[in-house]
């Protein structure tokens, strides 16, 4: 007689101190600031840091390394993904992951199957332009080839006329060159001022991850699920499939393939309606101390529906949604307290004036308002120091803020004071 092996349940409180385990929260920020290597580690440990234009507040790919770190210096972040004018520490390069994202530059390799793909993966407008214009693609090579690294307008392509819904006005020669980036014959060499310059993918990536090769599409979407396993600790499978973007049917069978191999368990975690899957060897903490405001593009929240389940916190970015019909604000960041999100501010960098700005601040239902309002105070405090602003300013917006102002007012020159030293090197970048 077989017996018949039943799937382990979580509580829905120990799958979500497994996820924060997993993303790199609940251990105490190291003492001095983080160096390379550390920052290296967690980009490993996370897959991806996901890159926005967005910079009321912070360009967004250096907030979940605050988030989890603390206080560093974002210059080191810079010479590794290849950014600014200084020396290089090539360790990160960018490509389209979990949406446009810093990557391990051991990564890029899985994400061929995605480069050869382009009709499916990428948008119309850029699929479409080889076929349409194949000399213009091939003269765009051949300037990055003689002239790289280059930047967009050094195409000189004339623009194209705007297009009823198009998000960007690109020059043709800028799809052109993101034709290229796409399909991984040419690379973001590095960024000045956010703006990104181009050069042949030989001369971006290291020579021992160009000769690696190229697996198969499953085997490299098996390792992408891998890895969003290993940085999800537990999940369903669109939580998975969604962190590396990969196609649906796509997601479903590599999942399967990696529980038939013992490689996933399958869970029942209470109050999801989905079957969820453990990477076997994830942390199981019994409780999680973390302290956190985080980046609306922060691999822990980036899918909606899983933050909604893991929870219970409702989130959507409203910056495109116009100003009369936002609820919560522009650039709205949630803050983790404990294994909770317990709250979500609104913030914008003041450089002017040196103030870190507080536009609106909501409390969850049901938290401890005086409670969440002094760790909160004492996070802005200390995210404003590293960024090198000197005070924070809270307006009266949202039902936090009446308990928020006065606190951050005593707290924040303190926090700062402790961020002081990383705070003073930002100071003034802009970036």
Do not use: C
Request: aromatic share 8%; hydrophobic share 45%; glycine share 8%.
């Amino acid at each position: 007689m077989t017996s018949v092996r039943t799937k382990a349940t979580l509580t829905l409180a120990a799958a979500r101190r497994i996820a924060l385990a997993a993303q790199g929260f609940g251990r105490p920020h190291p003492i001095r600031a983080p160096d390379s290597g550390q920052i290296v580690r967690l980009v490993r440990r996370l897959g991806a840091l996901q890159l926005d234009s967005v910079n009321v507040f912070m360009r967004a790919h250096y907030m979940p390394v605050f988030s989890r770190l603390g206080p560093y210096d974002r210059a080191r972040l810079d010479r590794l993904a290849g950014h600014g004018d200084g020396a290089m520490d090539r360790r990160l390069v960018e490509y389209w992951a979990h949406e446009a994202s810093l990557i391990p530059v051991e990564l890029h390799p899985l994400l061929r199957w995605r480069m050869a793909d382009v009709d499916r993966e990428a948008w119309r407008t850029i699929s479409r332009v080889a076929r349409q214009q194949p000399d213009l693609v091939a003269e765009t090579l051949q300037l990055v080839v003689d002239q790289g690294p280059i930047r967009a307008r050094d195409t000189g392509a004339v623009p194209s006329e705007p297009r009823p819904g198009q998000m960007w006005n690109w020059h043709e020669g800028k799809v052109a060159l993101e034709h290229l980036f796409f399909t991984g014959k040419i690379g973001a060499a590095r960024r000045v001022n956010f703006e990104r310059l181009y050069d042949t993918i030989e001369r971006v990536l290291p020579g021992d991850v160009l000769d690696r090769p190229t697996p198969s599409p499953a085997d490299a979407q098996r390792e992408l699920i891998r890895i969003a396993a290993r940085a999800l600790g537990v999940a369903a499978e669109p939580d998975l499939g969604d962190y590396f973007r990969l196609p649906r049917a796509a997601s479903k069978a590599r999942v399967a393939e990696l529980v038939a191999a013992g490689e996933l368990i399958e869970v029942d975690v209470e109050g999801w309606s989905a079957p969820a899957y453990l990477w076997p060897d994830a942390r199981r903490p019994r409780r999680i101390r973390a302290r956190a405001l985080l980046s609306p593009f922060d691999s822990l929240i980036w899918f909606r529906q899983r933050t909604e389940r893991l929870f219970g916190f409702r989130y959507r970015i409203e910056i495109y949604t116009p100003a009369a019909k936002r609820i919560y604000g522009y650039y709205v960041l949630p803050f983790l307290l404990g294994e909770e999100l317990v709250a979500r501010v609104d913030l914008k960098s003041d450089r002017t004036h040196g103030a870190l700005l507080v536009q609106g601040a909501f409390a969850e239902p049901g938290v401890d308002r005086v409670h969440v309002a002094r760790e909160l105070a004492d996070e802005l405090g200390l995210v404003a120091g590293w960024l090198g602003l000197d005070r924070v300013v809270v307006a009266r917006r949202g039902d936090l803020a009446g308990a928020l102002a006065p606190v951050a007012r005593r707290g924040d020159l303190a926090s700062a004071r402790a961020a002081g030293v990383v705070g003073a090197a930002a100071r003034g970048r802009g970036r």
